[in-house]
């Protein structure tokens, strides 16, 4: 009978030592010494939906870097296509013997659209990221004694400017696809300062995650569970 305790001891030290206290099943990447980014990646990536426990700050800031170069790479990949296209509609146009003022009138009307897809596109792979990294901010949170309500700051500040920034997208596309002047380009511009508002409130959201982030772990156990030991500790 006394198994199951001594089983319950082993699980909960394997968790403290890897620098992870979450309720859910632990697998593979949770036991052992040597803790690297990559296991916190699988750690936080089989935890998507786990918003019990603590985790450490590296846990936390190794899957944020994660979820940041990720982010940056298929916004890069998003780019290249777009580009592509629109330097490929101004090459032929130009070889077709267009006049200035219809070859601008073209690449504008294909960066408008590509504008479009760029925005929509990086709005919804923003979206996920966040999603992605909201229980592992609520673990983080959890780890200094913070509720996890916190985090919905950042979520609400993200929905803001996904909102806002794809209804300004929009209007800015449809004056670029109309341009034909100086005057009308002074008006997208016009329309970009109005919106930029939108991006204090995402910096708002990010200063949230940072401030709590980097919070020390509580020094014992609390109502969260057991403390966290940094990875590789």
């Not at 001891?9 to 690297?36: F, N, Q, V």
């Not at 916190?40 to 994660?66: E, I, M, Q």
């Not at 992605?132 to 949170?141: K, P, Q, T, W």
Request: aromatic fraction near 8%.
């Amino acid at each position: 009978m006394r198994a199951l305790p001594m089983a319950s001891a082993c699980l909960l030290a394997s968790r403290r030592s890897s620098g992870y206290t979450s309720r859910g099943p632990i697998d593979e990447t949770a036991s052992g010494e040597g803790k690297t980014m990559i296991d916190a990646v699988k750690y936080n990536l089989s935890h998507l939906t786990d918003f019990s426990g603590r985790d450490a700050r590296p846990t936390f800031w190794w899957y944020v870097l994660f979820l940041a170069i990720v982010q940056f790479g298929i916004g890069i990949l998003i780019s290249i296509p777009v580009m592509t296209s629109s330097m490929a509609s101004g090459f032929s146009a130009a070889r077709s013997g267009a006049d200035q003022a219809t070859l601008e009138a073209q690449m504008m009307q294909q960066m408008s659209g590509s504008m479009v897809t760029m925005g929509y596109i990086s709005a919804a792979v923003g979206v996920v990221v966040t999603l992605m990294g909201l229980a592992a901010f609520v673990r983080r949170l959890h780890d200094s004694g913070k509720t996890g309500w916190w985090a919905a700051i950042p979520l609400a500040t993200k929905a803001i400017t996904v909102l806002v920034g794809l209804q300004a997208l929009t209007r800015m596309t449809q004056t670029f696809a109309a341009a034909r002047g100086s005057a009308d380009l002074e008006a997208m511009q016009s329309q970009v300062m109005a919106a930029s508002w939108v991006n204090l409130v995402g910096i708002v959201g990010i200063v949230v995650i940072i401030a709590f982030g980097v919070m020390k772990s509580d020094p014992a156990a609390n109502r969260y569970g057991e403390e966290p030991v940094r990875l590789g500790a």
